[in-house]
Structures are given as structure tokens and as C-alpha cells.
């Protein structure tokens, strides 16, 4: 299977898929796709990268990705449960080139803006939830009808972005594979001491050409994504384990002294870990 760019399979001549994922992880490799994606996540947890930004996903969440926005779902292995995620799959000319442009369709323009950086809805996720639930006994015409109601409800709900910047370009496979080795690096070793050395060299590049590569498709350096990936498991450090530190989370999130990760946590997040605790629980 290629990282990037990743194929949706569907059957030929079929406008929209619907997908089912119940597994204990799910697909963690850094990829983009051509079709616009819509999904509830009913169980799971994890960290999801967008384009530029880490966030964080979990049960009830409804997420949309743009075409072409690179992603991916990286399920907390600590989560008991079987992830199980409902997705719809469609282009903006699935229905024919010129549908969505009808004057008709006029209401749900902003959706297709919003989804180039990807987004979170935030309201009428009982009515969302709703309809995801009975896509599955649907037949096509009948998911076709849930996916207008389904856009319709998210362009009139509150949402946020879930990323800032979005790199235009297709990515090679060669590219995909770079930018994925790079995402599961810090990932997984985001807890020890990670130097432009040795990333340059899982990258495959000279320090100064790796530099310029992914600041030009992250619109950030590596050190900064790497920051925010540690940031984010602080997060969830806190979130899970009241008795903890705040010392201990620092170090066990790779920062080398607790002043300078009190300072990094309340430029990401606006607060101190020690008011983030206070505010979770």
C-alpha cells in the first residue's frame, strides 16, 4: 500500500463510499486522498495530524478533511476499546460537475471552504450522530440524501479548524514516504533528546536541505512540530494521570527542565499545565 497519495477503494461508476472501520488501530500512515472526508468517530482515541497542526481525537468527535489534505489518525494504544469510526467519501463533482454549483447549493458553499484546512464541528452533533448511525441500512439514494443533510447541518453548525496551513501540492510517493518516516519518528520518540542530525538522516537529507523541506510543507520547523507533538502527550498525561507531576510529565515528554515546558505549554495551549489540570478536572 502507497503512503501517499492513498487510493479510497470504491467500486467504478460509485459517486459516494461509505466505510465502517472497527479495528484496534487504525490506518496510521501518513496520507491524502482526492475525495473529501466526513467522520464520526463513536470510539477511540488517539492523535490526528492535519496539514500543520497536532490535535487530539476521541469518542463523539465529527471531523472534517479537504481533498488532498494530508492526515493521520494515530490511535492511543492505551485505549481499552476497538476504534470504530463511520466515513463518508465523496468529491465536489461525484454528482456531476457542475451539482454543487447550482444555485440551489448556493447555502452550503462555505462548507467546501472549510474543509481545505479540515475542521471539528462543535453543534448539532446529535443530529450528526443521528444520521451517521443509519447510513449503514441505507441503500445509495438514501446516503446520498443523509450526505446533503449532513452538510447542511455542519455549514450551519459552530466549528473550528484543525489546521492553519495546508501544503498545495500532491505529494510524490517518494515525498509521502519522507514525510511519513519524519511524523512516525517524532512520534514515537518525541520522549527523548531527537537532534537535527539524526532526523536529517531519517529523512535522508543534508541537515540544511531538510530544514527548507519541511518548513516548506509544514509552514513551521521540525523543532516547533516537535514541541507541539510532546505538548499534546502532556495533555494527555495530564488528563489521565491526576497523580503525576507536572516535573514528571515534563520530563517524561521529553522537555529537559520544567521552566522552559511550563513556558512551551502556555504559548500552545493559553494556560499552565498546572491550570490545564485544574481545568480538565
Given at each position: 500500500?502507497?503512503?501517499?497519495?492513498?487510493?479510497?477503494?470504491?467500486?467504478?461508476?460509485?459517486?459516494?463510499?461509505?466505510?465502517?472501520?472497527?479495528?484496534?488501530?487504525?490506518?496510521?500512515?501518513?496520507?491524502?486522498?482526492?475525495?473529501?472526508?466526513?467522520?464520526?468517530?463513536?470510539?477511540?482515541?488517539?492523535?490526528?495530524?492535519?496539514?500543520?497542526?497536532?490535535?487530539?481525537?476521541?469518542?463523539?468527535?465529527?471531523?472534517?478533511?479537504?481533498?488532498?489534505?494530508?492526515?493521520?489518525?494515530?490511535?492511543?494504544?492505551?485505549?481499552?476499546?476497538?476504534?470504530?469510526?463511520?466515513?463518508?467519501?465523496?468529491?465536489?463533482?461525484?454528482?456531476?460537475?457542475?451539482?454543487?454549483?447550482?444555485?440551489?447549493?448556493?447555502?452550503?458553499?462555505?462548507?467546501?471552504?472549510?474543509?481545505?484546512?479540515?475542521?471539528?464541528?462543535?453543534?448539532?452533533?446529535?443530529?450528526?450522530i443521528k444520521l451517521f448511525l443509519k447510513l449503514k441500512n441505507q441503500n445509495k439514494v438514501q446516503r446520498i440524501s443523509s450526505l446533503l443533510r449532513i452538510i447542511d447541518h455542519i455549514t450551519k453548525a459552530e466549528k473550528t479548524p484543525i489546521s492553519s496551513f495546508v501544503y498545495k501540492k500532491?505529494?510524490?510517493?517518494?515525498?509521502?514516504?519522507?514525510?511519513?518516516?519524519?511524523?512516525?519518528?517524532?512520534?514515537?520518540?518525541?520522549?527523548?533528546?531527537?537532534?537535527?542530525?539524526?532526523?536529517?538522516?531519517?529523512?535522508?537529507?543534508?541537515?540544511?536541505?531538510?530544514?527548507?523541506?519541511?518548513?516548506?510543507?509544514?509552514?513551521?520547523?521540525?523543532?516547533?512540530?516537535?514541541?507541539?507533538?510532546?505538548?499534546?502527550?502532556?495533555?494527555?498525561?495530564?488528563?489521565?494521570?491526576?497523580?503525576?507531576?507536572?516535573?514528571?510529565?515534563?520530563?517524561?515528554?521529553?522537555?529537559?527542565?520544567?521552566?522552559?515546558?511550563?513556558?512551551?505549554?502556555?504559548?500552545?495551549?493559553?494556560?499552565?499545565?498546572?491550570?490545564?489540570?485544574?481545568?480538565?478536572?
Open positions: 500500500m502507497k503512503v501517499l497519495p492513498f487510493k479510497i477503494p470504491k467500486p467504478e461508476n460509485e459517486a459516494l463510499v461509505y466505510q465502517e472501520d472497527r479495528l484496534r488501530v487504525l490506518y496510521d500512515q501518513l496520507h491524502q486522498h482526492s475525495e473529501i472526508q466526513i467522520s464520526y468517530v463513536e470510539k477511540g482515541a488517539g492523535t490526528l495530524i492535519v496539514g500543520d497542526t497536532i490535535n487530539e481525537f476521541s469518542p463523539n468527535d465529527i471531523l472534517v478533511l479537504g481533498s488532498d489534505v494530508p492526515h493521520v489518525f494515530r490511535t492511543d494504544l492505551n485505549f481499552s476499546e476497538q476504534t470504530v469510526v463511520y466515513t463518508l467519501f465523496f468529491d465536489r463533482n461525484c454528482f456531476g460537475k457542475h451539482f454543487f454549483d447550482l444555485p440551489d447549493m448556493e447555502i452550503i458553499n462555505d462548507f467546501f471552504k472549510d474543509a481545505e484546512y479540515g475542521m471539528k464541528i462543535l453543534t448539532r452533533k446529535n443530529k450528526l500532491k505529494y510524490t510517493d517518494d515525498e509521502g514516504k519522507r514525510m511519513n518516516d519524519v511524523f512516525n519518528y517524532a512520534m514515537e520518540n518525541y520522549m527523548e533528546p531527537i537532534t537535527l542530525e539524526k532526523i536529517s538522516e531519517v529523512a535522508n537529507m543534508s541537515k540544511n536541505a531538510f530544514c527548507r523541506y519541511f518548513k516548506k510543507r509544514t509552514n513551521k520547523t521540525f523543532f516547533q512540530f516537535l514541541i507541539e507533538i510532546r505538548i499534546e502527550n502532556a495533555c494527555k498525561l495530564i488528563h489521565n494521570n491526576p497523580d503525576y507531576s507536572i516535573s514528571s510529565i515534563s520530563e517524561l515528554c521529553g522537555f529537559q527542565n520544567t521552566a522552559n515546558f511550563n513556558r512551551k505549554f502556555k504559548e500552545i495551549k493559553g494556560v499552565t499545565p498546572s491550570h490545564f489540570r485544574l481545568q480538565r478536572f
